[in-house]
């Protein structure tokens, strides 16, 4: 249900006093404000406000339970203030259909670490894409285009068994495993895992051929700046949450990462959980050493700190713990 309208200065009065509180949304902070109380004329200095703000993304908003008095006392038709709004009412009608086509499969039985482990035996990934695409396609669209992004991504990339489809399903559950809910972080993440090494095609191969000597190689170091570059060259603004994870992907609990050497609690949390995802994912298809092993082996590597040569465990405590209750041999 659409909880704000979309409205635009042009259809309020100087000097007049509406019984509706109007709110302005600031697209790129996804910050909002009272606007004008109701109540309070409006005068000709604040509409001059409201315009400049609008010039640079921002818009106006009524509350949904407002719409008929905004209809009223603005004088306008609900076709117009639909047209103004044909986004998110065009995002509603797909959700509803979306949800039809998806809703009942997200009630089918799901037990993560029975898939788990069905994917460690088969080395197939299939079954957790699927999962998590049709429940990522339930994903609110008019919560945010970022949201709304993330489900076309994951629509087209959830259908091949490659590497980063499998960090970014791992990432996914691991984030909901460890109490991440909304839909929003979530995106994030996800978008944030799919994207994380793009900086690496800037990057010569024959400095990549040698995975175990990348750690000392300055260029490789930098390749999450890299990453940001790329991004920053495409001429869409991506979120700070999402610029944020993958700045930060390589970052380890103790310092020992890069590039920044950050540490401990600087390091946002889905950072850690999408470099955690990465290393098990890397290792267990055998990037890391060049041999594949067991997805369910490398899991309780990370989970029991074990000293492995390739992998870095430096992570909060809880995260690592968090990872028992995904081996069905080792929590119940």
Known sequence: MITFYKVVSEVFEVEKIYSFTIF??????????V?????????NDTIEQWKSMEEKGAYLQVFNEDKDELLLQAN????????????????????????????????????LKDE??????????????NRAHLEIMCFPLYLNDLVSTTTEL??????????????????????????????LTLSQIIVSALLKDIGLTMISPAVLSEYKELTNRDLYLKHPM??????????????????????????????SGFPREKRDKYIDMP???INLSDQI???????????????????????KRSPVDGINSSFPDHLLESLGSLLKSEVS
Do not use: C, W
């Open 76 to 111: 306008i038709d609900e076709t117009y203030l639909n047209e103004l709004n044909s986004e998110i009412l065009n995002s509603m009608k797909e959700q509803e259909y979306r949800n039809k086509k998806y809703g009942p499969l997200r009630e089918q039985s799901f037990v």
């Open 154 to 183: 994951v629509d087209k990339l959830f259908i091949r068994d490659i590497l980063p489809v499998r960090i970014a399903t791992f990432a996914y559950f691991l984030a909901k495993h460890n109490k991440i809910e909304d839909e």
């Open 281 to 303: 994912l890397s290792y267990s298809s055998g990037l890391v050493t060049g041999k594949e092993a067991k997805l369910t082996d490398v899991i309780r590597y990370f989970y």
């Open 271 to 273: 950072s850690y959980i």
């Open 116 to 129: 788990l482990a069905v994917a460690s035996e088969t080395n197939d990934f299939k079954n957790l894409m």
């Open 24 to 33: 302005l949304y600031d697209k790129e902070r996804e910050n909002r404000v």
């Open 35 to 43: 606007a004008l109380k109701d109540g309070e004329p409006l005068e």
């Open 226 to 255: 890299l990453s940001i570059f790329v991004l920053s060259k495409t001429g869409k603004d991506f979120d700070k949450h999402v610029k944020r994870f993958i700045l930060e992907h390589h970052e380890q609990y103790d310092g």
